[in-house]
């Protein structure tokens, strides 16, 4: 049997924070159907797990939200064999007991997006996945049980509004989140975690609050530098709680590939197209989304 790889995805700090942590790193430029992806996977080790790293905003964090080449990047990384995904992404709080440093492990998503390819079969065919549960449970588990042995405060649940961007919420659009329901805010993580479904990726996503959003109104007598200067200290410190639970993750004995799981399955039930009535160059195309 070949060596399992376990993909990361990292977003704004960790994408650049995270690689320095991989070791005997060997650069894979990858060519997929949907163009290319954020950049070349670098591929190696982190503690004695293989990894393929992602840095999703590209080289200098020159891609915003929308520019993400989101099915690119997912394809890639399913090329390379990657069956398992965790990803990590900056948010901002929508609950008072969700502080600036903390980290999340993500059950569910609001998806508000409308700019971004959000699945791989437009020309395929039907295809509908199950999406109830957007996460991998199982994995989202094992990073929560991880998480108690870093001392970073983590919690082991939390719903996700992933707002197209570039622009931050108006405070009306901010406490309409909180009435939701919503724990978080962010820009990136949809068409991701949908595109991994498609996949039949075991996803999970580890959110890393930079401040509260723009519900709580900050202090006005602290200047827009002050402030700035403030979050993106709150985010350095989150990508390194992200980073060591990552580590933890990854270097804690349990089997993070599982073929059993439903999620490597999620295809099984989900082609309506009958067969004969399929794009057959299409499916060869998207061969390894079937794998």
């Given at each position: 049997m070949s060596e399992e790889i376990i993909g990361v995805i990292g977003g704004s700090g960790l994408g650049d924070a995270l690689a320095e942590h991989i070791k005997n790193i060997e650069y894979q430029d990858i060519d997929t159907p949907f163009g290319k992806p954020s950049g070349p996977v670098a591929v190696g080790y982190l503690g004695a797990r293989k990894v393929a790293f992602l840095n999703r905003h590209g080289k200098a964090h020159t891609l915003s939200p929308s520019e993400v080449p989101y099915a690119a990047n997912i394809f890639a990384l399913k090329k390379l064999g990657v069956r398992t995904l965790i990803t990590g992404g900056a948010v901002g709080s929508l609950q008072a007991d969700i502080a600036p440093k903390e980290l999340v492990v993500v059950d569910q998503f609001i998806d508000k997006t409308f700019r971004r390819q959000s699945s791989f079969f437009a020309n395929f065919g039907a295809v509908h996945c199950e999406f109830s549960h957007p996460c991998c449970?199982?994995?989202?588990?094992?990073?929560?049980?991880?998480?108690?042995?870093?001392?970073?405060?983590?919690?082991?649940?939390?719903?996700?509004?992933?707002?197209?961007?570039?622009?931050?919420?108006?405070?009306?659009?901010?406490?309409?989140?909180?009435?939701?329901?919503?724990?978080?805010?962010?820009?990136?993580?949809?068409?991701?975690?949908?595109?991994?479904?498609?996949?039949?990726?075991?996803?999970?996503?580890?959110?890393?609050?930079?401040?509260?959003?723009?519900?709580?109104?900050?202090?006005?007598?602290?200047?827009?530098?002050?402030?700035?200067?403030?979050?993106?200290?709150?985010?350095?410190?989150?990508?390194?709680?992200?980073?060591?639970?990552?580590?933890?993750?990854?270097?804690?004995?349990?089997?993070?590939?599982?073929?059993?799981?439903?999620?490597?399955?999620?295809?099984?039930?989900?082609?309506?197209?009958?067969?004969?009535?399929?794009?057959?160059?299409?499916?060869?195309?998207?061969?390894?989304?079937?794998?």
């Amino acid at each position: 049997m070949s060596e399992e790889i376990i993909g990361v995805i990292g977003g704004s700090g960790l994408g650049d924070a995270l690689a320095e942590h991989i070791k005997n790193i060997e650069y894979q430029d990858i060519d997929t159907p949907f163009g290319k992806p954020s950049g070349p996977v670098a591929v190696g080790y982190l503690g004695a797990r293989k990894v393929a790293f992602l840095n999703r905003h590209g080289k200098a964090h020159t891609l915003s939200p929308s520019e993400v080449p989101y099915a690119a990047n997912i394809f890639a990384l399913k090329k390379l064999g990657v069956r398992t995904l965790i990803t990590g992404g900056a948010v901002g709080s929508l609950q008072a007991d969700i502080a600036p440093k903390e980290l999340v492990v993500v059950d569910q998503f609001i998806d508000k997006t409308f700019r971004r390819q959000s699945s791989f079969f437009a020309n395929f065919g039907a295809v509908h996945c199950e999406f109830s549960h957007p996460c991998c449970e199982r994995l989202r588990q094992t990073i929560v049980e991880a998480a108690r042995n870093i001392g970073v405060v983590t919690h082991d649940k939390g719903t996700y509004v992933c707002m197209e961007g570039p622009q931050f919420s108006t405070r009306a659009e901010s406490l309409m989140h909180r009435q939701w329901g919503a724990d978080l805010i962010g820009m990136t993580a949809m068409p991701e975690a949908k595109l991994a479904r498609e996949a039949q990726m075991c996803y999970a996503l580890i959110a890393l609050a930079s401040d509260y959003d723009c519900w709580k109104e900050h202090d006005p007598g602290v200047g827009k530098h002050e402030l700035l200067k403030e979050i993106i200290g709150n985010l350095t410190a989150a990508t390194q709680n992200a980073i060591a639970l990552i580590e933890a993750v990854l270097t804690a004995d349990n089997d993070l590939c599982d073929a059993t799981c439903p999620c490597r399955k999620s295809l099984e039930l989900a082609v309506w197209t009958p067969n004969e009535a399929q794009n057959k160059k299409e499916k060869e195309k998207l061969g390894v989304l079937f794998e």
